[in-house]
């Protein structure tokens, strides 16, 4: 192996360049450069805190401004590592310690207003269009200081741009119905660089973009990457397996191995140093990468490296002309920014590139949850057919039992019971799978910087909330008049009114649950035996006093009790008059009063009630929020 060679095309043995000329950009004298200087990065999650092994091994490096680099190396290099460093987007938790810096400024937040990150997997909103995804994320990443009419110009460029004018319309993914035609996978990957540039990057960050793509597509996906380059923006991609005609494309490769650097550089200097022998038939990326991943001397299967292992590969490198090369330009950049004040000017112009407005970005994510749900009718639209057919059910069933008996008492208790626990339980549990589900695409686009928590949790609230409404008033409203409940505008409005809370409180609670806990199960697991305090503690089957007084607690922290309480004082308050059964004389409740008293009930009690509703509604949403706010930090 050439230690000491430069990056000329002397000396190469048996390179494969399909005689392509590799191309060396210059740097961009009015761009924006960033190096990294004894980057060490260790994870923080090793059980031996003594013996932890660093995923990034003092490394050095430079990316010059308006360059496609690849980042190659064998699986647990620390690729993604070191992206996700150089991005301001950290993976987990780990210890980094070095220096990053952009234009001689030490790497920071800004980093979010400067730079895109393309995934390798793509995590989409489903069932909204690729015009209206793109609408969406120019408002999310520009806010209002972007006029629409500038918004809407940007997108149609962009969507020129990346070939996606033929399926602005199409969906981008079915969602649970799968109803449609949606993109395909190489659509997927085109519209996520269309959203990465409607901020119009300095730095791309791509984790493998030409994953699962023919070569038509890789080819594709690169030119593209070549044309943002000529715009001045930076490429850094990672890559797996190019083809050789795709490899020389590149203007720079980043080899590592083992957290180490096995070299930067051309593709045609990579060949040099390695000293590379390509039987016909062999890929160079693949030989490169063999190399690096292979503990002892890289010979046979075609190919020959000089005899090194990795290693000794690094070693080599560190005392190239290669390495050389890389620290004098981290050096002449540091001269630059001190000389010419370039850090000031970069740190001034990119403090006015975050104006998004609270609401204004809540609004859009409130906009694109209903928009997911008016295009996925099985998330809500079923949901209201269901709960109508159930009401028909109910109030079909209790239409000739209300009635001022004895019999009527036990029909209207029941019937009160029902009406709570249907606002209860099945939203409860349908809401577990709310946070679980959109986790993941949360978590990234808070990553990039997009939405805070709070947003993010109000966002899914608000837009749940006209879709309650709508079924929680026509369940009360079908099985009020089917079971010939009271009939006074009063008790109308207070068992609408109640309902409402207890299903939005029910709603609170499932989303505690399911921001407590790590799964949908194990949130399960814990919210059935909290569902057997609710229905105890509901008033119907006992007396809420007559518990034991270690148990009394309780009924505090069930809306049931507070619910049933607050229907049963509409339904019973001011009846005078209940007709006695003959049979048992001794036992009859003579008005509405004694009937409230037989269940621990107080018609005094009607405002505690509402108040109680309301708070446990507040306090179960706080509870969410700050769960969910702490699973993200440990994420």
């Known amino acids: 192996m050439g230690g000491e060679n430069s990056e000329t095309a002397d000396g190469i043995i048996g390179s494969s360049t399909n005689g392509k000329t590799t191309r060396q950009s210059e740097p961009n004298q009015g761009g924006v450069t960033l190096f990294w200087q004894n980057l060490t990065v ?99 990443k520009l806010g209002a200081r972007v006029p629409s009419k500038d918004k809407r110009t940007m997108i149609g460029e962009l969507l020129s741009m990346t070939g996606l004018e033929k399926c602005a319309g199409t969906r981008i993914d079915g969602g649970i119905g799968g109803f449609g035609k949606t993109l395909s996978g190489g659509e ?49 991609c990672s890559i797996h397996q190019p083809s050789e005609e795709l490899f020389f494309e590149f203007d720079s490769v980043i080899l590592l191995t083992g957290g180490r650097t096995g070299f930067i550089g051309t593709p045609l200097g990579a060949v040099q140093f390695f000293g590379l022998e390509c039987a016909p038939g062999y890929n160079t990326a693949d030989v490169l990468v063999k190399a690096l991943a292979t503990p002892t001397t890289a010979t046979g299967n075609g190919f020959t490296t000089g005899g090194m292992c990795p290693n000794a590969i690094c070693n080599c490198y560190a005392a190239s002309e290669s390495a050389r090369s890389q620290e ?47 295009r996925n009718p099985k998330l809500q639209y079923y949901k209201v057919v269901q709960r109508i057919v159930i009401a028909l059910l109910v109030g079909s069933c209790f239409s000739n039992s209300i009635q001022l008996t004895q019999k009527g008492v036990q029909a209207m208790q029941g019937v009160i019971f029902l009406i709570v626990s249907e606002n209860t339980f099945l939203p409860m549990y349908a809401a577990l799978s709310l946070f679980p589900e959109s986790f993941p695409l949360f978590q990234r686009e808070k990553k990039a910087n997009l939405y805070g928590t709070a947003q993010f949790y109000i966002a899914h609230i608000l837009s749940m909330t006209p879709f309650i409404l709508l079924e929680t008033c026509a369940f009360i409203l079908i099985v009020y008049f089917l079971a010939n409940l009271r009939p006074t505008l009063l008790a109308l409005a207070v068992t609408v009114a109640v309902s409402v809370l207890v299903i939005n409180v029910s709603i609170a609670c499932g989303c505690f649950f ?46 049931m009790m507070f619910a049933s309480e607050a229907v049963s004082i509409a339904q019973w308050d001011g009846v005078k ?46 509870l969410a929020l700050m769960c969910l706010a702490r699973r993200v930090a440990t994420s």
């Open 42 to 140: 260790v994870p923080e999650s090793s059980a031996d805190k003594h013996n932890r092994q660093p995923v990034l091994n003092d490394i050095t490096g430079t990316l010059q401004p308006g360059t496609l680099v690849a980042l190659m190396g064998p699986s647990g290099a620390g690729k993604t590592t070191l992206m996700s460093v150089l991005a301001y987007r950290k993976c987990g938790k780990m210890t980094v310690t070095g220096d990053v810096r952009v234009n001689g400024c030490p790497i920071g937040p800004y980093m979010y207003n400067i730079s895109g990150y393309i995934y390798q997997d793509e995590l989409l909103p489903a069932s909204i269009t690729v015009r209206e995804h793109l609408e969406l994320m120019a408002n999310l």
């Open 188 to 236: 997927k990957k085109r519209l996520a660089f269309a959203v990465e540039m409607l901020s119009r990057p300095r730095f791309l960050f791509c984790d493998e973009p030409t994953t699962g793509l023919d070569s038509y597509s890789a080819r594709q996906l690169v030119a593209m990457m070549q044309t943002l380059t000529r715009a001045g923006t930076t490429v850094l």
């Open 328 to 374: 004098a330009l981290i050096s002449a950049e540091l001269y630059r920014c001190a000389t010419d004040g370039r850090n000031l000017q970069f740190l001034l112009q990119v403090a006015g590139e975050g104006d998004r407005r609270w609401f204004y970005t809540l609004l859009w994510l409130v906009y694109r949850n209903m928009l997911q749900s008016h």
């Open 514 to 559: 399911s921001t407590l806990f790590p799964s949908i199960a194990s949130a399960m697991s814990y919210l059935v035996p909290f569902d057997y305090i609710l229905m105890i503690t509901s008033g119907i089957f006992i007396k809420i006093w007559s518990m034991p007084k270690y148990l009394r607690w309780m009924p505090l922290v069930s809306w």
């Open 577 to 622: 008059t209940i007709e006695c059964s003959s049979i048992i004389p001794s036992v009859c409740l003579h008005n509405g009063e004694e009937v409230l008293a037989q269940y621990s009930f107080s018609g005094t009690h009607l405002r505690t009630d509402l108040l109680a509703l309301v708070g446990q509604y507040f306090i179960f949403h706080t």
